[in-house]
């Protein structure tokens, strides 16, 4: 995954709204109305439209036009605001743990796998939830809270006290 910032020549840009997370096309399908979708890493869904003179995406239009931009890159908005994208099932839970028992590997920098997204859940206490994007999260969640996770996102969660979490792991299941 990578973060771009946008800038003007002279500044940065840090306000949330102004990241994107970039992220691979993995394929194409066509919607109900025959408009083409790709298909991203993330498991999230966009419209791709040729609109001239608005958006100039012939390439779209064509098989070997969508096929040569298999394994390119666009920006994900819907990771950008931590979207969960349609369609997936808990397919795992982990914990509850607490402020003794939280792993260590969960307590340092980490990620999601590809294709997985997941919930942190806090039960009781606080933790200190940090994700590696710019500008980076840093947030204090409190009991009901919880915190979607996307994928191959460097994140770490450290509780504040005494404190008890479980995780979800989602992903698309066939079938």
Do not use: K, Y
């Not at 910032?5 to 840009?13: C, E």
């Not at 993330?42 to 040729?50: D, G, K």
């Not at 009901?144 to 996307?150: L, N, V």
Request: with cysteine.
């Amino acid at each position: 995954m990578t973060v771009r910032i946008s800038s003007t020549t002279d500044t940065v840009d840090t306000r949330r709204d102004s990241v994107s997370v970039i992220r691979t096309i993995d394929g194409f399908h066509q919607d109900e109305l025959g408009d083409w979708v790709v298909e991203l890493s993330c498991l999230h869904s966009q419209h791709m439209r040729h609109q001239p003179p608005f958006r100039d995406r012939a390439w779209v239009l064509t098989a070997a036009g969508r096929a040569e931009h298999v394994g390119t890159t666009i920006d994900c908005p819907l990771c950008d605001r931590g979207e969960i994208p349609a369609g997936l099932a808990v397919v795992r839970t982990i914990g509850p743990f607490d402020d003794a028992t939280l792993p260590a590997g969960l307590r340092r920098d980490h990620r999601v796998a590809g294709g997985v997204w997941a919930l942190l859940r806090v039960l009781d206490g606080a933790v200190r939830f940090t994700m590696a994007t710019d500008p980076p999260v840093d947030r204090a969640l409190a009991a009901g809270d919880t915190q979607t996770i996307p994928p191959d996102v460097l994140h770490s969660v450290r509780p504040r006290g005494p404190a008890r979490v479980t995780i979800d792991f989602m992903t698309r299941v066939n079938g």
